[in-house]
């Protein structure tokens, strides 16, 4: 589902086209106290599953799941990409919300669904978003 997501993005996003990377890329940075060094970028990373209604029956076991995915989006201000980006940041969002929403995934049983976009850190030019979406599965045990 993860690569599925970035490629959805790289594909869709200009400004994201090949600044697309997963959970370990964003553990690497972290790990180094880095960010990346060219903006804006996006990592996509599962954020969590949650359960929903269950059935039993002779021999198998189904419950509905939600499994959530984040974009963790970082804009530096030092570069003139990055500094349009920050010009129209809402339109940007968006653009990224609607490449997801409403999606559906190769092999997915069923489309994204948008659930929240926030600020969550903003210091010395740098602003990272997390922008998070639940696609619904099933669990399927027999």
Do not use: C
């Amino acid at each position: 589902m993860i690569d599925a997501v970035i490629t959805r993005l790289s594909d869709q996003i200009a400004e994201l086209n090949g600044r697309v990377e997963g959970a370990g890329d964003l553990a690497e940075l972290t790990r180094a106290k880095r960010l990346p060094q060219v903006t804006p970028a996006a990592h996509v990373l599962p954020s969590g599953i949650q359960g929903g209604s269950a059935d039993a029956a002779t021999g198998a076991y189904t419950q509905e799941i939600s499994e959530g995915v984040s974009v963790v989006l970082t804009i530096r201000d030092h570069n003139p990409a990055a500094r349009r980006v920050l010009a129209d940041l809402r339109g940007f969002l968006f653009r990224i919300i609607e490449a997801i929403a409403g999606w559906l995934p190769p092999g997915g049983m069923g489309v994204f669904k948008f659930i929240r976009a926030e600020l969550v850190s903003s210091s010395t030019g740098t602003f990272i978003y997390q922008i998070d979406f639940a696609i619904s599965d099933q669990l399927r045990i027999f």
